[in-house]
């Protein structure tokens, strides 16, 4: 059974907000190892591992520094240089913070990764959605490897008439607007005969719309989507009941 | 009189909707930022601050979306565009810039240029929608949304009230951008992430954690050294860029028309072109 994208986006989003809201680390742990598993098991692990640790692993080092060596609300010093203590508050929180942050990044990147975004587009739109952000969303995924690949080609042009990356700021900075100025340019000029096409196939104009693509939506699959975001909603009510912070009276 | 050959147009029913949208899209980033700023914890060491991470997602990504929803269908299909084009820039040129080896982090070159040749309302969708559409790739670009909106809507404000005209007014405008975007965009990083994600933004932090700041203050002040020098290279490498193109692509823009955002005299219509040869 192929799960509706509608029904993939509230499971991530809802597992996101729950962990968030549950905010303990064996908990949040546990949602990243079952992300990656399930990550796995679709067939994307390779895909969303590299992309994960790209994200992760920079974050995860600067949280260690940051909290790892510097906390003054810490209470408890396990070593201490200068200015420097490692303090078991800090160390907790900084592990808090980085199990949380993997297990959301996880399960949004086995969304994004195993979704297909055409299904998608067209999900959003039957749902009032303004159709004006599919175009966005799907046009920049697909324009993404189009712009790459033509500032190559510029390049490649601007080395045969002599480019070359080398000296100071000023000849470097000098070689970049070779490159993109006429990237933009051209990309400019090129997204105003889009325009026209998409104008005269009545793009702009108010009104309903049908669709070429029809994505089954069984009833099964909006009860589990129903149920979702309800979990979703009461645990951020429990949290926000529970963690209220006194002096606010909003 | 509408024929059945041509499309209705949205009557002025639906643009006040949009203004509404617009307005609570708004008002939802800024309430959000100020009951952040009121109820931060006293004391994060009894918890990852869960309780302020829900509210600044939940609030910033309600009014991005709100702006999103508002702006989106009140654009001219030659924006709605561009909207791609800026947001596959943003990343392109960031990794041109990277790959030059000039120490600067750029990532909003192209909500800029769209902001300076269509104006805030432009900018602000755009910069929202790039949040949302890179999230696809790293998801913790998705809270800062709404700075992300702050900055295209501050760039077509500063555009729409003549900043770009001059070259030496473009980095001034971004500086101040940069500082509003960066008060903006801290209570993220301090309570959704704990911290910023690189590890020299993450020495700043903890140097002024080790003075004893909260994590929050610690946080604004770092963005508040690198953010308005990043957004003060970025606005002139955008007007660099528009001043680079030629007229008949900028001038193509009713925005850079209506409010004279570039210097210069304004070229003659085509119309008149023709009949005057």
Known sequence: MRLHPLTALAVAGATAVVTTAVASWPVSIAVALAAAVVAMRARVGKRVMPAAALILV???LSLLVVHGLFF??????LAQWGPARITAEGLEFALDLASRTAACVLVLLVFSFTVSVPDLVSALAARKFPPQFGFVLASTLTLA?????RLDRIRQAQEARGLVLRGGPVSRFAALRLQMVPLVMGLIDDAGSRAQALDARGFGAAGPRTSY???????GQRLFRAIALILAAVAVAARLWVSWPAGASL | MSSPLTLPNAGPAAARKRRILEILGAAAIA?????LVLTQPEDIANGPASFSALIALGGFLLGAVLLIVAVLPGLPTSTVVLIPVALVL????????GSSGLPFYIDSVGTVLIAVLAGPAAGAATGALGSIVWSFFNPTVLPFAAGAALIGFLAGLAARSGMFRRFYLAPVAGFVTGILAGVVSAPIAAFVFGGTAGIGTGAIVSAFRAMGDTLLAAITKQALISDPMDKAIVFVIAALLVYALPRRATYQFPFVRRFRVLAGRTPVPAEADAAGA
């Open chain 1, 58 to 60: 920079p974050l995860c």
């Open chain 1, 213 to 219: 693509r029809a994505i089954e939506d069984p009833p």
């Open chain 2, 90 to 97: 943003n990343v392109v040129l960031g990794q041109l810039m």
């Open chain 2, 31 to 35: 309430g959000t930022y100020i009951f």
């Open chain 1, 72 to 77: 003054p609300e810490g209470r408890i010093v």
């Open chain 1, 145 to 149: 490897p189009a712009i790459a690949a």
